[in-house]
């Protein structure tokens, strides 16, 4: 089974990506939630991680800095940005970092389900 973090700042945004896709269906588990890319990042290296839901603004370390961070590391793990923000200088600077996809708050369900449908039959 492959391990999904979700990571935001804002719990009731976590409580509902939990609930808005059936994670079971596509081979997935929620291994961890985190709440800045600072925790995230503790987290991976604790855990093997295969897909990462990760907000762009946050406290302590944005979306950003830990796909930077991922990068950096070389960690292979398939990266979904979440955003409150329609702002092109945050998509173009998420494309350079390899995102699988920049999905806009509040997220549409058949969007989400469709990106994680394609990166799991990847």
């Known amino acids: 089974m492959y391990k999904v973090l979700l990571v935001d700042d804002e719990p009731f945004i976590l409580k509902g990506l939990k609930e808005i896709i059936h994670w079971e269906e596509y081979g997935l588990e ?5 709440t800045d890319g600072i925790q995230a990042l503790e987290i991976i290296k604790q855990t093997r991680i295969h897909i990462l839901l990760t907000d762009i603004k946050m406290p302590n370390m944005n979306g950003l800095e830990l796909l930077k961070c991922i990068k ?8 979904i940005i979440l955003s409150g923000y329609d702002d092109f200088m945050y998509v173009r ?19 989400l389900s469709s990106t994680i449908s394609s990166i799991v039959e990847r």
């Open 93 to 111: 600077e998420a494309a350079k970092l390899g995102i699988e996809n920049y999905l806009l708050k509040p997220v549409d369900e058949e969007e």
């Open 72 to 79: 950096q590391q070389r960690l292979d793990i398939k990266c």
């Open 30 to 34: 929620i291994a961890a939630v985190a």
